[in-house]
């Protein structure tokens, strides 16, 4: 029982709301725009450029999940994250195709009862060395602090992921630690783990 309250309360934070019997996810996400990119809610229309890059033999394991290996297996994926708050669709100004995904993700009860969210975030690979994940990032943080009023952010990248571990520091993140987490393959890999709090994005990094 109280698990089940503890449960209850997280969903609450995370702005779900009660019918007297059940709760139920009300969509409040806003669409974010920078200089070169337009993060928005993601479509059954994003399905094709979805899996034209989540299909490439690299770009999932580097993020800890497989390629996919079908249309069919992207649409059930893309149909999930549709489902979530806070997860957006990343595209190129002017074009509609999305490039990418990023979002805050809820990975605990403790952070959602705490106001901490994880960032996540993949780019197709024809877009990397241009800084716009970094661009991303930063508009994601300016929502989760001045938007949603996070108390923090943390973020992770495997070992063998530089860069991912580039964006991160070059986001404000501070090193927290390390952790081992379960690979697609059923491996484990290690994850260094990083965080900025809202006194930090507020003040400046120190």
Known sequence: MASESRWYRAFVVLGWKS???FLFEVKTMKTLITKRLILRALRATDLDAFNAYC???????????????????????????????????????????????IGLHVRTVENALAHVR?????????????????????????HAFMDLELEAVTCGHAQSNPQSKRVIEKTGFTYTHHETRPHYDRTDIIIDMYQITRDQYLGGRP
């Not at 999932?60 to 708050?85: D, F, R, T, V, Y």
């Not at 690979?125 to 508009?139: F, I, K, N, P, S």
């Open 19 to 21: 019918n007297g019997r």
């Open 118 to 142: 994880e960032i996540g975030y993949v780019l197709d690979d024809v877009h990397w060395g241009q800084g716009l994940m970094v661009e991303a990032v930063g508009r994601v943080l300016e």
């Open 55 to 101: 299909q490439k033999p690299f770009i999932g394991p580097m993020a800890g999940w497989k390629p996919h290996e079908s249309l069919e297996e992207s649409l059930k994926i893309l149909q999930m994250m549709m489902k979530e708050n806070e997860v957006w669709g990343i595209t190129l100004k002017p074009d509609d195709v999305i490039i990418g995904t």
